[in-house]
């Protein structure tokens, strides 16, 4: 036992002493660095930062940063044509589990600006929730490059409780790729925690959705 902790200590020094010898020679790169090199590398980052601001503004123009109802089935068509990474929440009025998706998705809509937050009422779009196969409220479909590529359906993959964080949800798109989810997904906020997608291959077509065994309401 006292071999094998001695030999992880070694390879703690040796990871730490690596980590430092770069830091070091990252340092002394930008000390030896003339003033042409740094003012290309300042170029280099206010071009970036330009970037950045304007793709946020190109998101905004088209609705992201806000949660927002669609009207109708063309809407939805029409919406999911104009952004990379869609959250589409299909609900019912009567179904109180709904209101709980509502205030998450509320919380993360201005939070990941990157991804557009919708939510249409599934019982006003029956060629639209025939077509994705919609049988369970609430259910969300994760849209990727104007493809389904994923499911959540009820509470299941968020705890099955009514409770659940908001990161709970957060993580769970995190795990479907249609945000830029900054934690460590394979730490989800609920220990315990696995979506049926990543147990299984989800369905990748607009056709297709993951089978579940919720509790919810079926539609």
Not at 19 to 26: F, L, N, P, R, T
Not at 191 to 203: A, I, R, T, V
Request: hydrophobic fraction near 35%; glycine fraction near 6%; include cysteine.
């Amino acid at each position: 036992m006292a071999g094998m902790e001695n030999a992880l200590e070694q390879q703690l020094l040796q990871a730490t002493n690596i980590i430092e010898s770069q830091v070091d020679a990252e340092l002394n790169r930008l000390d030896q660095m003339d003033e042409d090199e740094m003012e290309i590398l300042r170029q280099r980052r206010l071009a970036a930062m330009k970037k950045a601001h304007e793709q946020k503004q190109e998101w905004m123009k088209v609705g992201h940063g806000q949660y927002t109802e669609l009207p109708g089935e063309r809407e939805f068509f029409d919406e999911s044509k104009k952004s990379k990474h869609v959250v589409c929440h299909f609900y019912r009025d009567s179904t109180f589990r709904c209101k709980i998706i509502d205030k998450h998705l509320g919380i993360l809509a201005p939070k990941h600006i990157e991804t557009r937050f919708l939510k249409i009422n599934a019982e006003k779009c029956p060629f639209l929730a025939e077509r994705l196969r919609i049988k369970v409220i609430p259910t969300l479909a994760l849209i990727k490059e104007g493809k389904t590529a994923d499911y959540v359906v009820g509470f299941d993959d968020l705890g099955g409780a009514d409770d659940f964080p908001t990161e709970m949800l957060e993580w769970r798109l995190g795990c479907a790729s249609v945000i830029d989810y900054a934690g460590n997904l394979q730490d989800p906020p609920l220990p315990g925690s696995k979506p049926k997608s990543l147990l299984k291959n989800p369905k990748k077509t607009i056709r297709g959705r993951v089978d579940d065994d919720s509790d919810d309401d079926d539609y």
